[in-house]
């Protein structure tokens, strides 16, 4: 440990002996000021009433209380307070009313090469105006991501095109894996199945692995 009143050797010398700069040293924390503080209880205190308010609306809430604060600062205080808004999220795992489904074949099912199971999941990325849509396909057991694609609407035009890819360079798997959604209830993907060797499954139990 650093000794100030060390005659023989300087604070600076044992701080490289020790290999830490001098600055984190003598570094003193400060403490939170109190305008954090009541921005942080204010934050709280809104977002007990509104939890569906985002960092936008509650910094147009501060604005409006006569505290002159912008977005970066909000978002920064909610993520230090570990608030996160509450609101509606896309279903992407809805099965369609009627919609056929398959026996599940992988359930205990030991995958021990390439090709013997692939599986598909449709995840969203909320932008700042509208979300867009990303569909995976993976071996699981190469773990490998075979093939994506991104789409402005959960339709299943860019599914059948992400599929189609994977199998062109990869050749087709003897299992499918997917849920309920647009992936399964496409018409264009139910030719598919009736139309090739693939075997298909649905079941979103496996789809935590994507």
Known sequence: ??????????????????????????????????????LMRKIDEQFLETPFFGVRQMAWHLRNEGHLVNEKRVRRLMRLTGLMTIYQRPNTSSAAKGQKTYCYLVRGLRVSQPNQVWAADITYLPMRREFLYLVEIMDLHTRKV???????????????EA????????GPPVIMNTDSHTIGASSRVVWLKHRSTIRWVGDAWLLGVI
């Open 1 to 38: 440990m650093v000794v100030p009143a060390n005659p023989d050797l300087s604070i600076g010398k044992q701080c490289g002996l020790l290999s830490i700069s001098r600055s984190s040293f003598c570094y003193q924390p400060k403490g939170e000021t109190a305008l954090k503080e009541l």
């Open 163 to 170: 599929l189609n890819g994977a199998i062109r360079c990869f």
């Open 146 to 160: 075979l093939a994506w694609r991104i789409s402005k609407a959960l339709e299943a035009d860019y599914c059948v």
